[in-house]
Structure formats: C-alpha cells, structure tokens
C-alpha cells in the first residue's frame, strides 16, 4: 500500500490510497494487521486493561481470526465503535470484521448488507428486580415502574411483552448502563430491564449482589455474532470456519492446554482436519495448514474462552445455559470439519 | 467668670476601636449578622456548608488507595470504616491514572534500531508527549506574555511542525517539507510580484505552496528519507486517547480557530461581494449545525463518500471539524468586536492614508480583539471542553475511556471517582484559561 503522509502547516495529514480492488483476506495479509471492530467497553465481552490490551470474550474472536490468518492473535488493531458508528465502520471498509455483541437480526442481515458469520453468544432480555419486593415471575410486575434505555430493541421487546400479558408499567426512560445502575440502585424503579448478561454483569457489581434477583422469563432472542461485509464469502468464511474451529475443538476436546500434542496426530480424524494435521482444509480457505490450530491457541476453545471471560468463574459469573455445547443441551453446534 | 471651660482643650488619645468592631468578629458582625435577617441566612448557610463539606471532605480523603478492584476497595472500606458508603475508591485512579491521561500511547515506542524507542533507561517513559506538552507551554508564552524573551518566538515557530512529529512520528522530513511550503510561497510572493503583479504574486504564493502540499512533499520528503534516514518510531492515532488526546485536539482548534476567525471576521465585513457571501455562507452553515454532527460527519459520513480503501486519519478528520466549528463561533465573536468599534476609528485609519492592512493591523484590530477578549476565551473553553463530544464516535477521551475503565470486571460500578477525577483535569485548564483572560483584560485595560 502506498503511504503519503501528508504534513501540512496546520497538523499532520495521513492519507493513503489503498488497493480496494483485492479481497479483504489479501488485505489483511498485506496489512500484516486485522482491523477488528469491537465495543468501546462491554463488561467482559471488549474492554482495555490497564496496559491497554483489550480484553473479553468478543476480542477473543478476532484474536482467534487474527491468529487463523497471521498467525498472530497480536497482529489486531482494534477499533473501538459505539453503537451509532459500527455499521458505517464495517461498511466503508474501515474495519474488516465487526464482533461487538450485535444482534444478529433480518433488517440487518438483508437491509443493510452484511453476513452474520455464526453467533457466539445467545442472549435474551431479562429482568432484574431487588428481592425484597418479593416477585418471582415477570408476569407479577403489573404497574411496576422499569428503567430502560431509550432507542434500543429491549424498550420495544418489553412494550411488546407486557402488552402480550396485559398488565401495565411506567418506563423510566435512561440513557446508559451507568446511570441505570444508579437510577435502580437509587430505587427510581422497581425493574431493570435490559439484555440478561448485562444484568448478571450490573448485579456482580452490587454491593450486596444477594438482594437482587434475576426472574426466569426471557422475553426475547438477542443471538450476538460476529459480521462481516456482504459480497466476500471468502472473507466471510474465514471468520465463520475460525470461530466454528473454537466451537468444534471444544467438542471435540481440544484445548490450549492439549492442543501440543493433538496437533501431532490423534486417532480421531475429525481432529486432524481441523488441526492440519490431515487433509488440506487450511488450503481450501487460503490459509496455512495450521490455521486453526492457531486460532485455538489464541485464547482457547470456545469453551475456555467462555469460563475466562464471562463464565462463572469470574465475577461476572454467567452459566452456560443456551451457550452450552448441543451435546449438553445448548445451542452452540458447529458443523463438521470435513 | 471663671477659667472652667466647657470645652476640652487637650485632644483625646487615640484610642482601639472596641474589639467587637474589629478583627474577625468585627468583620463577622459587619458581613455575616448584621441584623437578623442576615444573622439567619448565615447561620442556616452554615449548617449546609458544614453538611455538603462533611460529605465530600469525608468521601474524598477517607478513601482508599491501593487496591486492585472495586470488590477489593469496599472490603477495606468495611475493615477500616465499618462501611462502604461515604467514602472514595481512588485505587482506580491509581490503576488507570497514566491510560486516563495519555490513553494507549506506547510509553516506549519501539521499532527495533531507531532512536527513542526502545526503553534503554535514557529515555523517560512518555518522553514524546510529554515533551510535546513542555514546548507547547514554551511555544505559547511569548504569544501569551510580553516579558518573555522574544528568542522563544523560535519554538513557536517551529512548534506546529515539531509537534507532529514527535506525537505520531515517522520521518523528519515530512513536517520539514511542509514547512518549505511556507518558504516556497514566501519566495514565489517575492520573486514573482515584480513579473506578474500583485495579485498575481498573491495567488501564486498560495497556489504554489498548495500544489507542494498535495502532490509533492511526500515524494520529495521520501526521497531525502531514503538519503539521509532520521526518523522515530511512528505511533498511530488509534494509540492516542485519555486527556491528551483533549488537549490534542484543543489545543490544534484553539490555535487555528483564531486566525481563520479572524479573516473570516474580515470577510463578513468585506465589500467584495464573492468573498462576503462565502464568508457568510460558512459561518451560518458551520454555526447551524451542531458539532456532534460535524463529528458523525467527520467519523461516518466521510468514509461513504471517499473512494473505499482510502485512509483519512480519524484523528485529523475530528481535528479538521474541531476547528472549522471553533472558526465559525470565533468568527462572530471578532465580528462583535469590530463592531462594537466607533466608526470614526476606521475613518480616522483612513485619514492617515493607512491601507486596509495597515488600518486592521494598527488601529482596528488591537482594539477589536481587546475588545472580544472575555467572547474569545469563553469560545476556547468551550470548546475545549466540547473535545469530551468525540466519546460519541468511538474515540477514547477520558469520558470514553471512563466507559472503558468500567467495562473491566474489576471497576465496574464505579463512578463518582473517575468522574471527580476527569473534573478536575478539565478545571484546572480551563480555571487557568479563565483566569488569563482576566489579567489580559487589566493590563490592556487604558481607560479610555
């Protein structure tokens, strides 16, 4: 890529023609850098470190095709969008992939072009509401006052719900998690209401977390993904078969702890295709043999991605639930390496 | 008859006014119980004063220092106070004070084989900003006060070049060769005016150093690069962020906004019809819009409509918007100035036989600036302050990286600290601006 930096009197100017004809994976290989797109702070899903290194669960995704493609699970520049910036972020080009908990829905999918590569986390709008109020379904909560923010999918999943189940409510409409967190804290409203991760993420930070509760209903499918444009399936299923490879290698029991010696050759021949040791599934994709051998090893499968960023071992402490394996019962399902 | 007399004939000592007039309680009686009205407003002012500072007083210096986490901060709050309420965690501050202020900077650039990179323990850690932010303070003191060298006008000089390259690094020779453009206009104003005229000689020293800046300097700047190699590792934008990046793109508008604001002024007030109606054009377009517009512009809007692959730098994108919307305001401020002036003084110019030049830099301008002074710096602090809006496009101030902070398991739920911290950056700029404003006021102040 040719660079002319530009310095003119008042600051510096950076601006660079890029060879915009290639495909993204080419780009990125001649970049030697993934632009990965993520949140500007989600609570175990994208968040800097005091060094600066983000961290979660999202940005372990983009290291892991970061690492599928370079080699590199460091080779990320990551771009920090808010919501009102990631679309137009992904869609000029200025970042290559987006995993910033996005909703996988149709507008998006269709409307605005792009192609959802898979789901890495399911979520569903839940409830919080403090336990001294003695409420154990959300279908008790008539005439509650709910805090929600504003402009989002949840304020039209609980219009929605509570119409469905005709009881009433008052909306108090906030902004930010932050002031929700104090307006509910503050006792401005009975509920809080808002994606179910996010809540057990609010709740871990309470003081007292005991005196809050989180109800059973879920009242809507919030399946998060990452995306990339529409028009480079190349691209497309690069990041699909990384974060499929992480899904499978759980499966199948490959972890970064084993990943050395399961690399050499196994028995199970599904596990040699993914690791490369067999066949030429790398090659297909236009990646080196051991691509995803070394997604795993940026973070860990899937699994381990989950306990170390969001699972109940940290204070966020999430169950697996819906993020299960299938064959314990959950939703994450990778088709085969074949 | 007698000698007794009514009327003393020696003067009384001096005596102590009583001591309930004087000293603090003289001064007491005097400001805060005279009469009751009076004496009930002080003492139920009192009783707030003393409740909101019990709590803050209290909040702010019974805190805790040293932890790793929230969770961590309230068990010693618990341990050593019984509770958790009243009191600040500034372990966060102390965790994150350097990535609040200087955002992802590397401390040490590093690139293998190249100076000040590597940590050799020769350089200090955050050498280039921070050196940035001492020859910014060099740069601007001999703008700022008269009693300064004049020698320092050098490094003001120089700074707009300088600064850029040590923030993002990268060859010498590009802020160089931008400079030359100033030298090459310079030259084509002198050399060419006695071949082609005035106006001529003024559109080629504009035309000339523009055609340089765009499609020659980094030809030219990487040609000498590739002879004489000097150049520090380069850091890129995205690495820039806390309140450096606040004082980046405040300072950049604050220093451009004024020049361009005052020809801008200029030219509302022009005759010439061409110049007064793009003049006007832009001020009311840029003030009709709000600046978090400008900003979704500048982070959104640009990148559809330039050709796909192109690279403008988010940072220089905002800095670009930054100034334009500061221009705009500042513009008007000036205008206000210049118009507050009476008209004989413009006259008066005119009578000398002074040109229009001449007249706005002798007589029109010292005065209308004086004028505009409190307007002026008011603009510069808000927008300095309006630098907190670019949280909203994903650039990480220290508002967008208060967000950031919290986002990590181990400080989410705190607030009120990163908050009174980010605060209290902010005032001490802008208290410091405030106050300069006020003594340049009463040293300009002539009475007339």
Request: contains cysteine; aromatic residues 10%.
């Amino acid at each position: 890529m040719k660079k002319s930096v530009v310095f003119g009197a008042l600051t510096v100017a950076g601006l660079a023609a890029g060879a915009a004809a290639a495909g993204t994976l080419d780009d990125v290989k001649a970049r030697g850098k993934l632009n990965c797109g993520v949140t500007t702070g989600l609570v175990g899903f994208a968040a800097p470190d005091a060094n600066g290194e983000w961290m979660g669960f999202d940005v372990g995704v983009c290291r892991a095709v970061a690492a599928a493609v370079l080699g590199d699970p460091k080779a990320v520049e990551f771009v920090p969008t808010t919501g009102k910036t990631r679309f137009t972020a992904l869609a000029s080009g200025e970042i290559d992939m987006l995993a910033r908990n996005t909703t996988w829905t149709f507008s998006r999918d269709v409307d605005l072009k792009f192609t959802f590569v898979g789901v890495n986390y399911y979520d569903g709008q839940g409830f919080m509401v403090p336990k001294e109020l003695g409420v154990s379904s959300a279908k008790e909560l008539d005439g509650a006052t709910v805090c929600i923010q504003t402009g989002t999918t949840t304020e039209l999943n609980l219009a929605d719900f509570f119409r469905s189940n005709n009881i009433s409510y008052e909306p108090v409409p906030i902004e930010t998690n932050a002031e929700a967190q104090q307006q509910y804290l503050a006792g401005a409203c009975d509920v809080y209401t808002t994606d179910a991760s996010g809540l057990a993420a609010t709740r871990a930070t309470f003081e007292d977390p005991s005196a809050h509760v989180l109800l059973p209903e879920i009242i809507s499918k919030e399946p998060l993904g990452p995306l990339v444009r529409h028009g480079d399936d190349g691209w497309g299923d690069v990041v699909r078969w990384s974060l499929n490879a992480l899904v499978t290698a759980e499966e199948l029991g490959v972890t970064s702890a084993n990943i050395g010696e399961m690399a050499a050759g196994t028995n199970n021949p599904e596990i040699n295709r993914l690791l490369g040791s067999e066949g030429s599934l790398g090659e297909m994709l236009g990646l080196d043999a051991g691509w995803a051998k070394n997604a795993i090893m940026a973070g860990g499968n899937y699994g381990e991605l989950f306990e170390g960023n969001i699972g109940e071992s940290t204070p966020i402490g999430l169950a697996r639930g819906l993020n299960a394996q299938w064959t314990d019962g959950g939703l994450i399902y990778s088709p085969p390496f074949r | 008859m007698s000698d007794v007399s009514f009327v003393r004939t020696e003067m009384l000592p001096q005596q102590e006014p009583p001591g309930s007039s004087v000293g603090i309680v003289g001064w007491a009686r005097a400001n805060l119980f005279d009469g009751v009205t009076n004496s009930v407003l002080t003492i139920i002012s009192l009783i707030l004063v003393y409740f909101v500072l019990e709590g803050l007083l209290s909040w702010t210096f019974q805190s805790v220092w040293n932890a790793s986490s929230l969770t961590e901060c309230r068990e010693i709050m618990t341990a050593t106070w019984g509770k958790t309420h009243g009191h600040a965690c500034w372990a966060v501050i102390n965790d994150r004070w350097l990535q609040l202020l200087y955002g992802f900077y590397p401390p040490y650039p590093a690139e293998p084989g190249v100076n000040f990179g590597e940590n050799t323990g020769a350089w200090p850690a955050y050498f280039r900003p921070n050196l940035s932010f001492v020859l910014l303070l060099l740069a601007v003191a001999p703008v700022l006060f008269d009693k300064v060298p004049r020698k320092l006008l050098i490094v003001t000089a120089v700074y707009p070049f300088l600064m850029p390259w040590l923030m993002w690094g990268g060859s010498i020779w590009g802020p160089v060769m931008a400079a030359a453009g100033f030298g090459i206009g310079f030259l084509a104003y002198r050399l060419l005016t006695p071949v082609i005229g005035g106006l001529g000689g003024i559109i080629a020293a504009i035309a000339l150093p523009v055609i340089w800046w765009l499609f020659l300097v980094g030809i030219v700047a990487a040609g000498l690069e590739s002879v004489v190699s000097i150049s520090i590792p380069e850091v890129e934008s995205r690495k820039f962020g806390g309140f450096m990046l606040s004082i980046l793109i405040g300072v950049v508008a604050i220093g451009c906004s004024l020049p361009i604001g005052i020809v801008l002024a200029l030219g509302r007030q022009s005759d010439l019809m061409i110049v007064k109606t793009l003049c006007v054009g832009f001020i009311e377009f840029i003030r009709g819009v709000p600046l978090i517009t400008l900003l979704f512009v500048a982070s959104v809007l640009l990148n559809v409509f330039l050709p796909p692959g192109t690279q403008f730098d988010i940072i220089l994108r905002v800095l670009i918007m930054v100034t334009l919307f500061a221009s705009a305001y500042m513009a008007e401020v000036v205008r206000g100035g210049l118009a507050a002036l009476p008209k004989g003084q413009y006259e008066g110019a005119d009578s000398l036989g002074l040109n229009y030049w001449q007249a706005q830099r002798l007589i029109i301008m010292p005065q209308a600036l004086k004028i505009s002074i409190p307007g002026i710096v008011s603009t510069f602090i808000g927008v300095f302050k309006d630098t907190t809006l670019v949280s909203i496009i994903g650039l990480l101030d220290p508002l967008g990286l208060s967000n950031a902070i919290r986002a990590d398991a181990a400080w989410n739920g705190i607030y009120w600290e990163l908050f009174a911290f980010i605060a209290f950056l902010f005032f001490v700029f802008c208290f410091g601006m405030s106050r300069y404003s006020m003594y340049l006021e009463r040293k300009l102040h002539k009475g007339h």
